[in-house]
C-alpha cells in the first residue's frame, strides 16, 4: 500500500483549464490531420476548422500556465537556466513539466503555421509537404494532450502517482472531446453530413477506449490502497457524470447502422445544436476536476 | 566542495520546546503564519513557507485502564526539509532553481523560482511552501548562509537538549550509532535511525533517530521512499499505446470508404429495406 505525506501543490483552476484545452488543441490538431490523410473532398472543410481551432487553443493554453505561475513574467525560466555561472538552455528530459514546455513551444509554432494554411487552403487537398508537416504536428499534439497526465504522475502526491493511466486517459479522453467538438462543427452543415457520421464514430471508439482506462485507473488505485481518495465525497458523483457523458458515443456506437443515425440524430435533436459534443465535452473536463482535485483535497 | 555537513536530529531528547522553530523564524526573518488553536501543543500545523523546522507531537495518549509506567510517551520530532542525496524536489524542478550547495545541502534559488509549485507535490516529506508574497516557494536552505560565514544553522545553536546536533555527516553518523546502541541497550527495541544509510533517497542530509516506526511520525519507510521520477515510464508508455490504438480506430473510422457519405447511405438503406 503507498503512503503518502505529500502536500497538495495548489494547482487548481488554471491548471485544469490548462489540461482540457491542451487535451482539445492536441485532439483537434490530430483529427483534422486524420480527416486530411484518409477522409474525402467533403471532409476537407472539418479538418480545416480542426486546424483553425488548434491554433487559438494552444495560445490560450500558454497563457493559463503563465497566469498560474507565481511569478508569471519569469515563465522564460522554464526554457533558460538562469542559475549564475550556468546559463544556457532549461531541459530536463525527466521532468514532464519541462519536456512539456519545450514541446508545447515547438507545438504552438506547428499550429501557427497550420492555421496560416487552413487561412489561405479553403477546401483543397494539402500538398505532400504540407501533409508531413501535419503529421510531425500531430506526434506533438498527441504529446499535448497526454503528457499533462504524465505531470500528475511524476509526484508522490496521492492518486496521481499511484496510477500509469493518467495520460492514457487523458489522450482517450482528448481524442473523443476532439471528435465531439469537430462533429459540432460539422452539424451546421448539410454538405459534412458524412464527415459527422464517421466523428461520431471514431468517437465511440475512443470513448470505449477512455472507459477501458477508466476502469484500468481505478483498479490501479485500488492497488495502491487510494481509491478511496480518488471517489471521496462529491468525486463519486463526479465520476458518474463522467461516466454518463461517455455512454453517449459508446450507446450509439453499438446501434445498427440506420438506429445509430437515428440515434445520434436524436440526442442532436433532443436539445439545442451541439447538445450531444457538449455533453461529451463536459465529461473530459469533468473527469480532469475530479483528478486534479481529489488528489489535492485529502 | 566543502566536507557534507548535515543535522541529526534525536527525538528521544527532544522536550518539545520549540526554540529551533522561533531560531529558525528569527535568523530567516519569517514573519509567522496567524496563530491557531489546534486540538494540540502543535499549533504549527506543518512544514511550509513560513515554517522551516516544525515540531510535531504525536499524542497517543494512554487508554484509561493503562497501568502506570506502560502507557505510551508522546512522540515529538523537530521535523525539517530532509536535504535528500536524491531529492524528488530537485528532481522535478523544471527552471533548476533548486540546486544542490557545496555543502550537499539542497537549496532554492528564490530568483530562479517562477511558482510553477511541482516540487510541492513531489516532495514526499511535505517540506516546501508557497508564498503568496514573493510567488514562489520556501524551504529550510540549513542556513546556507551562515554555512558560508563558517557557522552553525540557527536550530542546532539553540537547541536547549542538543536534540539536533549540526556538523559533518560521518561524525553525526557515529554519534547517532553509539546513542541507538545505548537506547537499544536500555530496552527501546523500537528505536531506529532514519536516513542515515542509503535506503531512504540515497541518504538524509537531515537524519533523524526515532523512537518507532517511519510511519508514526509521518515519514514514508524504504518501500514508499521512491522519487517522482518512477512513474515517466508508465506514464508515457500508456499514453503511446493508447496514441497507437486510437489512432488505429480513428483511421479506420475516418476513411474515405469507412461510412457511406449521406447519398450512399440512402441507398444502402433502400436496398436493405426493399
Ligand atoms: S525533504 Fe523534500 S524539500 Fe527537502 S530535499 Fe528532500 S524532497 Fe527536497
Known sequence: MAEHFVQAPQWHWYILFYFFLAGLAGGSYTLATMLRLFGADRDQAIARMGFLI?????????????????????????????TPGEGGPSFKYWS????????????????????????????????????VFNVIGSILALFIASYTGVVLSVSNQPVWSDTWTLGALFLASALSGSAALLSWFAESRSETNGTKRRLLKADGYFALLELALIVMFFLTLAGAGTLSVALAGPWSIIWILVLGSLMLPIAALFRNRKAYDRA?????RLGPAGSFALIVIAGIFLMRLAIIFSAQSS | M???????TDTSICIGCKACEVACKEWNQLPGNEPQFRDSFD?????????????KFIERMPEENMTVGNGQA???????????????????CPTHAIVRTEFDSVFIQQEACNGCRACIGACPYGAIGFNEDTGTVHKCTMCYDRLQNNMTPACAKVCPTQSIQFGKLADLKDKADARLATLQRQ????????????????GLGAFFLLMDKPEVYGLPDKQNAVLPRRNNAGGYLGALLTAAVALFAGAIALRRNG????EETQTVDRSTDG
Not at chain 1, 506547428?110 to 487552403?121: C, D, G, K, P
Not at chain 1, 445520434?264 to 442532436?268: E, G, I, S, Y
Not at chain 2, 499549533?43 to 515540531?55: I, P
Request: glycine share 6%; proline share 5%; aromatic share 10%.
Open chain 2, 2 to 8: 566543502a566536507e557534507p555537513v548535515g543535522l541529526f
Open chain 1, 264 to 268: 445520434t440524430d436524436a440526442t442532436m
Open chain 1, 54 to 82: 488548434a491554433f487559438p487553443l494552444a495560445v490560450i493554453c500558454g497563457i493559463l500556465l503563465t497566469v498560474d505561475l507565481g511569478q508569471p513574467f519569469r515563465f522564460w525560466h522554464m526554457l533558460v537556466n538562469t
Open chain 2, 259 to 262: 461510412s457511406p457519405a449521406p
Open chain 2, 74 to 92: 508522546w512522540l515529538m520530532m523537530s521535523d525539517i526539509c530532509k536535504h535528500c542525496t536524491h531529492a524528488s524536489c530537485l528532481e522535478v
Open chain 2, 43 to 55: 499549533n504549527t500545523g506543518q512544514l511550509d513557507a513560513q515554517n522551516w523546522r516544525h515540531v
Open chain 1, 96 to 131: 514532464p513539466i519541462s519536456l512539456g514546455s519545450w514541446v508545447l513551444l515547438l507545438y504552438s509554432i506547428f499550429t501557427f503555421v497550420s492555421f496560416l494554411e487552413a487561412l489561405r487552403n479553403r477546401t483543397s487537398r494539402a500538398s505532400a509537404g504540407v501533409r
Open chain 2, 187 to 202: 530496552g527501546n527495541s523500537k528505536a531506529q535511525l532514519y536516513g542515515r544509510d542509503d535506503k531512504i533517497y540515497g
